[in-house]
């Protein structure tokens, strides 16, 4: 599969198609969530507006206490005025204006009727009824259900609209008998500023008022909505808790409330038209997304397939390249971008390829020469090593027992010095320094030599050479200036996972200026100028490289002088894996 075709299918997995099933997720989500909240705010509407309508309700029960505490209400309905004077006196100043004032503190009351139970007079007076007449209202269950804490709303229809009562009785101080029955009688205007609250709310909606046995008392619908559709309607919403129904093709949502007062049920049956059309409309814009996307897609289409060109073009131009056509440079076009420069470091590449071939053949040519004069040079040390033995077995048969080890550590120098292999054992490196150590003793009598090893380390691998520079260093720049006892103390130790190795010598030390020269020196990738002048520093530096290429770059070299105090050259390295727990051997 080409690579601009991996592209536009990883284009589409990964962006195209969860873009699609996000925008839908989200449409959906977007959706309900608004439908939900419209529903929300329709139903805190019409609760708001019923609480408000249940407070003027129980306003109007509340003025019951008034007339309950009124005592000269309730000496006449006692019967407690023997005199007509009295009774004209008390209703003019205490009765009279008690029932004016229902009136002025609920402007809703339309009127107060008072029915005595026992008492005939002022029946005739604006205010007071016979009490035969409440059964013109009220049946003898209603009127028994009546008690000195419940009241009974009643409703009827008229032409203005649904009229309230409210109807409770009153008794006695002590509660013990009703005197009789009061009655206020409220407008229409109560329920219908109700109503019209409603409606201006939402204008255009569905509103009905039903009582507990569904009797519509207030219809106000468009043609659309039939007595079975809004029976159905309120049904389904009682009994379903459902919030949406399509029905002639429109989407209808119903709100509900009940007045427990009245025990009526008002419900708002609404068309969220303008809600829905924007819903609807967000339809649109996920297709103009989408078609926009699917554009973008072609663009980028076109984009990655002019980027791709050329690496298509470089990779058949590379199966074409062999061993043999190494010179074959790319000719196309070549670009500033990052594929232009890839272009060319490609060329650049086949190119330095097909010098070193050319290069190569040459070594091996040089390298078979090289054998062939090897294998003539091998019989030059075997005679250098012929030639030390045959002094050392002279010397030892004249008793000259000096030079005869002198010749056989010189042997073991140069046998060791001529090994090929790159790495040895510490046992190896530490016989090596005792052989160069053993020749410097036979030249300075009073050179002494102490060594405290860690036997459990021998058995260690490291590179060549490692030790008898840093002990050549001490003999050079320290002890050959020293004048007197000379020692040179070599330890090996572990120090937690660490090997270290420290070579410390009583000579003349260094000077703090050339100190500072030498640990340059080391650290540095390439000796500085002075230490080459000077050859300050050099074995030290490749001694540095060798372990660090050998033991990684954690290993470390130090050094340690003062002026005329002698020196402490120290090596930190951590051993390979392989040589992490051993153990030397049993060397009997």
Sequence with gaps: MRISTKMVIGYVLLIVLPFILFAVFIYYQLNDKLLTQYRLVN???????????????????????????????????RGDYMEERDLIYSYLRDISPAISFASLAEPSIESLVIYPRSQTRLLTVSGFSAYNNIYDSLS?????????????????????????????????????????????????????????????????????????????????????????????????NQKDGLDLFAMNDHARMINSVTIPRLGLEVFEINKPDMLLQAVQSKKWWVAGGIGALILLTVLYYLIVSSLTKRILLLSRHMRRVGSDSLNNHFTGKLGTDEIGFLIRNYNAMITRMDELVNHVQKVELLKKEADFKMLQAQIQPHFLYNTLE????????????????????????????????????????????????????IRIPDLVCEMNIDDSLLTIRCPRFILQPLVENCMLHGLSKKRGAKWISIGIRRLDDRVIVEIADNGAGIESGRLFQVQHAINEREPDNISVNTGMGIGLHNVAQRIKAYFGQDSAISIASRNGDGAICSLSFVPREEDRYVQTDDRG
Excluded at 201 to 214: E, F, R
């Design 43 to 77: 139903q805190q509407n019409i609760e708001q507006l019923a609480a408000t309508l249940d407070s003027s309700l129980n306003k109007i029960e509340s003025l019951r206490s008034i007339y309950q505490n009124n005592t000269a209400l309730i000496d006449y309905l």
């Design 140 to 236: 003898k269950d209603e009127i028994a259900s009546l008690g000195p804490t419940k009241g009974l709303w009643k409703y009827s229809m008229e032409e203005s609209g649904l009229s309230l009562s409210y109807y409770y009785k009153i008794y006695n101080d002590l509660y013990t008998n009703d005197l009789g029955i009061i009655a206020f009688h409220v407008k229409p205007v109560l329920v219908q500023q109700f109503l019209q609250n409603l409606q201006q709310v939402h204008p255009g909606n569905a509103i009905i008022l039903m009582d507990q046995n569904k009797r519509i008392l207030h219809d106000e619908r468009d043609a659309e909505l039939t007595n079975l559709q809004l029976t159905e309607l309120t049904s389904i």
């Design 390 to 441: 045959t002094m050392r077995m002279l010397a030892r048969s004249n008793r000259d027992y000096t030079v005869a080890d002198m010749a056989y550590s010189l042997a073991n120098l140069l046998r060791y010095s001529l090994s090929k292999s790159d790495d040895t054992l510490v046992k190896d490196e530490l016989d090596h320094v005792r052989a160069y150590i053993g020749i410097h003793q």
